[in-house]
């Protein structure tokens, strides 16, 4: 770093004010000032650390600038600590100076001495691979549901819609629950992250509607997200009950057809998984099946990722063929290796390859978290890396017992 810039975290409610100022300028006309300043006063688990600053030495201004905002996310059952990358920005000025890559050498510091299992960004395209990252988990879906496919009908009698408040928070959070039971990978927002989303969230670019639908009837009561900015000219809709019933879903999909025509919206975009049961219902009544985006994703320590998931692990080799495996397995990333040490069906130990193992598994780096995401099986992955490959049938039955393809989806914290 030359003299003229400082590389410091946050260290006052001053480098707020000073944020604001920096990402109003380089997001414009988005008010993503805003965001950071109410993310770095608000959301929760944020620290001062956690806003990695560049700062000019003479004028004492912030050129430079992101946060680590810490998720919380659920891998069946396992909680999984998380660091995101974001807000990221310099000002035009002071980019192509290599500021933005010494301080994710500082970010990745961090990731290892706070523990953090993944480092997340949703990012613009083609720019975070030269950092490690890679695209791991479905992001932003666009299954685009024409006004006209939905008949107008008058909504149930006994069908009541009104906005979510602070006293539902027990309600959206059991929701939560059935949410996370349908994905292998989710997001686990507790009682302080339903509260930042319902009131100083609101004040953000992320701030959404939630909706709370209530049938008198037959008692049953399901919820929706409308965020008020995002991709497209459609309204959006990023969350449904995962459980919605069908006459329940096209109740709502009426109530949201009244609310793109009143916004002058064309049509409805759902933010969901294909697989979700409004977006397969979408699907069979002419919405086409939308092709998402993805999570940039990458795993700081294999060995410490690989431990936290050894409850995983040891369960799905239990189900399997090779319930009582008691062996040596190597994960070799070409640069490196990791030994999985077996014993009866449980992982005894996770440690750096010593010595020979003739039963082991080939990948490079970048695909790992791909694969044990479950976002693309290894013979996939081959088709676009042919150096991915196991040394033996039976090597190649154990990677996929331990690493199978699933099904995730991440909601939105903030």
């Avoid at 900015?229 to 969350?239: H, N, V, Y």
């Avoid at 008691?326 to 130990?349: A, C, H, P, Q």
């Amino acid at each position: 770093m030359d003299k003229n810039h400082i590389i410091r975290r946050a260290n006052s409610s001053a480098d707020a004010e000073k944020l604001h100022t920096l990402f109003t300028e380089v997001f414009h006309p988005d008010d993503v000032g805003s965001l950071a300043e109410t993310m770095f006063k608000h959301l929760p688990g944020m620290e001062n650390k956690y806003w990695f600053i560049v700062e000019e030495k003479q004028t004492g201004d912030i050129i430079s600038a992101f946060a680590l905002i810490p998720w919380v996310w659920e891998l069946e059952g396992i909680k999984l600590k998380v660091a995101e990358m974001g807000i990221v920005g310099t000002l035009e000025k002071y980019r192509q100076q290599g500021l933005m890559r010494i301080l994710n050498q500082e970010f990745d510091k961090t990731l290892q001495k706070d523990n953090f299992d993944i480092a997340i960004i949703q990012g613009i395209p083609g720019f975070y691979g030269q950092f490690g990252y890679s695209y791991s988990i479905p992001l932003e879906n666009h299954i685009n549901l024409p006004l006209h496919t939905i008949q107008p009908k008058e909504i149930e009698r006994g069908c009541t819609f009104r906005l979510a408040g602070i006293e539902d928070i027990p309600f959206l959070m059991k929701e939560d629950e059935i949410y996370r039971a349908n994905y292998s990978i989710s997001a686990f927002r507790d009682e302080a992250h339903w509260r930042y989303m319902l009131t100083e969230g609101l004040k953000t670019e992320y701030g959404s509607e939630f909706w709370i639908m209530e049938n008198k009837q037959n008692s049953e009561k399901k919820y929706c997200r409308i965020p008020e900015d995002g991709f497209g000219t459609g309204l959006i809709i990023s969350e449904i009950s995962e459980d919605i019933s069908i006459d329940a879903l096209g109740n709502l999909f009426l109530f949201c057809k009244e609310k793109a025509l009143d916004r002058d919206k064309p049509y409805i975009r759902l933010n969901l998984h294909n697989n979700s049961r409004a977006g397969r219902m979408a699907i069979s009544m002419g919405a086409k099946e939308g092709t998402p985006y993805a999570w940039q994703i990458k795993i700081p320590e294999k060995a410490f990722f690989l431990r936290t998931i050894k409850p995983i692990l040891e369960k799905r080799i239990t189900a399997s063929s090779f319930s009582g495996f008691s062996d040596k397995f190597r994960l070799n990333f070409y640069k490196s290796t990791v030994d999985l040490i077996w014993k009866n069906g449980e992982l005894i130990s996770v440690k750096p390859g010593q010595g020979e193992c003739p039963f082991s598994f080939s990948l490079s780096d970048e695909l790992f978290p791909i694969l044990s995401l479950g976002y693309r099986t290894w013979q996939e992955l081959r088709y676009i890396k042919p150096d991915i490959f196991p040394n033996s049938e039976g090597s190649a039955l154990f990677v996929e017992t331990l690493f199978p393809p699933s099904n995730s989806w991440i909601y939105e914290q903030y």
